[in-house]
């Protein structure tokens, strides 16, 4: 009981627990319906974690301190179409400028935010629109091929059966990520920068720099998603590849996330992001429709949003005081 | 609101004076250089003033127009924006179209009182648990998305014959759209100027925790916030179901945003407290005009994207500009 107390007490491992429980829950109905269960089913989840993952991971690094980007999915197409149009000769290159497109505009942003004291959502929704709109004109509103297929091939290629490219690149990025938070100074800075930025800015932390430097970390990681499921579909399309406005807020939730700051860690995230794609992978393969895939996440958000809302607990002891008061209405409690 | 605080404790702090200066320097000057500036490039564009394009002018902004008068609210209780807002306008025509076989009247009813409940249910998750309206109309957009999905099969669903061609009519040469949006705003300003409502709209936007002290039981407000944006919406939601006959969630795709970007560009602040839905109309006018004339000037749809992306962008950081 202690040892179960001691392992749902950090939300990262609970995140991890929710995994391997749904895990479990899926061979335990896949298994006897006589499902198919293989290393595809783990490499198709998997795949599902690399686009989502970096995305849900820059988005988790602006609520650590305390803001909100909601450019990520702007950044996300317009990665896929910069990569797309720089890499039709060098595919490196074409990674290389949406990495750079991603950093310059996602610091742009942090620097807007912090020299005029802007809220963080209201810079990043113009950034959304206007990357989106950069999108539109690079691409003159088309589709645009790639044509590269033995790129897209290795991109997808398996690695040791359920591993690619792209999910080692983002499993990467989770772990660097988790290393910087978890053990560097910058990390602590971060985390004390989302718990308290007047105690921040008291204790000697750059928290301007921070903040510029975290956009700039969420700008890249969605362009570079952007950018490598491009590579693996051999396309851009302007209006992104993939819609990962809605999972990517709610991996980020569910890994532990919350808009109240300080709170999230890489790991967390990742499982986050894990359970989401096993539920659509699982989802899939039970064979429901698309749309309950949607309901489920669109349930699990609202579901977290109100259990992080500030009043919950007032209001849920309101309905206590108010039960315990008809009840007993000239009892001893009318205080 | 928690993540639309500002940084820093000094922020809040600009004197009398400056706070003149910056009404002075803010306001009427930059909005009406900005609508000198329209008004020029305007009459010179050929053919802006034929009737054709003062047609487009009037039908697209109208419907981004309803919607905006709806979100304005919103923005102007604290809760920035709403996600679901054109999700909420796809299913009001989704509604009014599968309807329309029992009559006008209740398809329109029904379309009307849908947006305003999907609207509504939202604003009391917000207001009663103060949890945050981003995440929560991001959770909406998905729900309603997939309940939309699951009633339709993803398929468009058409009107019955003729029973919505009265919302293409035309009332002394101007389209019924045109009417509707500008009752919206003339209502929309009345609720927020003369009301009890409109005044509890403000305080809870320009200071939550000074208006749970004043006594307002805020869910109520936010509630009726987001009900009100809800019918605002379902308006938009029927003129697109009468102007195409159908409804799919297609149509209601970036109203959202479009909205927002109106709401913006006429300077209502993101943060709350401070704007009316009369600046969203012009903000509306200026997004349509421009989108107009992009067309006629021969730019692509592409162009029009990326003017609202860079208009909405130039607007947020304009108002923080103003503000430091």
């Keep these: 009981m202690k040892f179960l107390r001691q392992l749902l007490g950090n939300a990262t491992q609970r995140v991890f627990a929710l995994f391997f429980i749904l895990s479990a829950a899926f061979v335990a109905l896949a298994l006897p319906a006589g499902l198919p269960l293989n290393w595809e089913t783990a490499f198709s989840v998997l795949q599902n974690f690399s686009t989502l993952g970096p995305v849900a991971l820059g988005l988790g690094l602006t609520m650590l301190v305390r803001e909100f980007d909601i450019s990520f999915a ?139 430097g975290v956009f700039g970390a969420s700008g890249t990681l969605s362009a570079l998603a952007g950018a490598m499921l491009s590579y693996s579909l051999s396309t851009a399309s302007p209006a992104g590849l993939s819609d990962v406005s809605v999972p990517a807020v709610a991996a980020v939730i569910l890994g532990g996330a919350s808009l109240s700051g300080g709170t999230g860690r890489p790991l967390g995230i990742a499982a986050g992001v894990l359970v989401l794609c096993l539920l659509r992978t699982g989802l899939t393969t039970v064979g429901v429709p698309p749309y309950v895939h949607e309901l489920v996440t669109g349930a699990i958000l609202l579901a977290f949003a109100i259990g992080d809302g500030a009043d919950l607990m007032r209001r849920l002891t309101d309905v206590e005081r108010f039960r315990s008061f008809r009840l007993r209405a000239p009892g001893p409690r009318s205080s | 609101m928690e993540i639309a605080r500002e940084r820093g404790a000094g922020a809040a702090a600009t004197g009398p004076r400056s706070e003149w200066i910056v009404r002075i320097g803010t306001g009427f000057p930059i909005r009406f250089a900005g609508l000198s500036i329209l008004l020029v490039l305007a009459v010179i564009t050929p053919g802006f003033t034929a009737a054709p394009s003062l047609l487009s002018l009037i039908n697209t902004g109208s419907l981004i127009g309803c919607v905006a008068v709806g979100m304005t609210f919103i923005t102007l209780s604290g809760n920035i924006m709403s996600f679901s807002l054109g999700a909420t306008t796809g299913v009001a025509a989704i509604v009014c179209a599968a309807l329309s076989g029992f009559g006008a009247v209740p398809a329109l009813a029904s379309a009307i009182a849908v947006a305003i409940v999907v609207s509504a249910a939202q604003g009391f998750i917000i207001g009663y648990f103060r949890a945050n309206p981003i995440i929560v109309s991001i959770a909406a957009l ?91 919406a379902g308006l938009a939601g029927i003129l697109i179901a009468g102007r195409y006959g159908a409804g799919t969630m297609e149509y209601g795709e970036g109203y959202d945003y479009s909205a927002i970007a109106g709401v913006l560009v006429g300077g209502t602040a993101i943060a709350g407290g401070e704007g009316s839905v009369s600046r969203s109309f012009f903000g509306v006018v200026v997004i349509a005009s421009v989108t107009v004339m992009l067309l006629l000037r021969g730019f692509e749809t592409e162009y029009q994207y990326l003017f609202i992306g860079l208009i909405v962008l130039a607007a947020v950081l304009l108002q923080g500009r103003l503000r430091a």
């Design chain 1, 74 to 212: 702007g950044m996300f197409g317009l990665g896929g179409c910069v990569a797309v149009l720089v890499g039709a000769t060098s595919p490196a290159l074409g990674i290389a400028a949406a990495v750079a497109v991603g950093l310059l505009g996602g610091a742009a942003q942090g620097v807007f935010m912090t020299r005029l004291r802007l809220s963080s959502v209201a810079v990043t929704l113009g950034g959304l629109l206007t990357f989106g709109g950069i999108a539109y004109v690079l691409t003159g509103n088309r589709n645009v091929p790639l044509g590269n297929l033995e790129l897209a091939m290795s991109m997808n290629a398996p690695i040791l059966e359920v591993f690619s490219i792209r999910s080692l690149v983002a499993w990467a990025l989770f772990i660097v990520a988790a290393v910087v938070v978890g053990y560097t100074r910058t990390g602590r800075d971060m985390i004390a920068t989302g718990s308290d930025v007047q105690a921040s800015v008291l204790a000697g932390v750059r928290t301007e720099a921070i903040i510029i």
């Design chain 2, 142 to 232: 998905a729900l309603i998305h997939g309940a939309a999905e699951f009633a339709t099969g993803s398929k468009t669903i058409y009107a019955a014959e003729n029973v919505l061609d009265f919302l293409k009519a035309k009332v002394g040469g101007i389209p019924l759209a045109g009417l509707v949006f500008l009752a919206s705003v003339v209502v929309g300003q009345v609720i927020q100027s003369y009301t009890q409502f409109g005044q509890r709209v403000m305080m809870v936007g320009s200071n939550l925790r000074a208006a749970i002290a004043a006594g307002v039981q805020t869910w109520r407000t936010v509630t009726a916030v987001y009900a009100l944006a809800g019918l605002f």
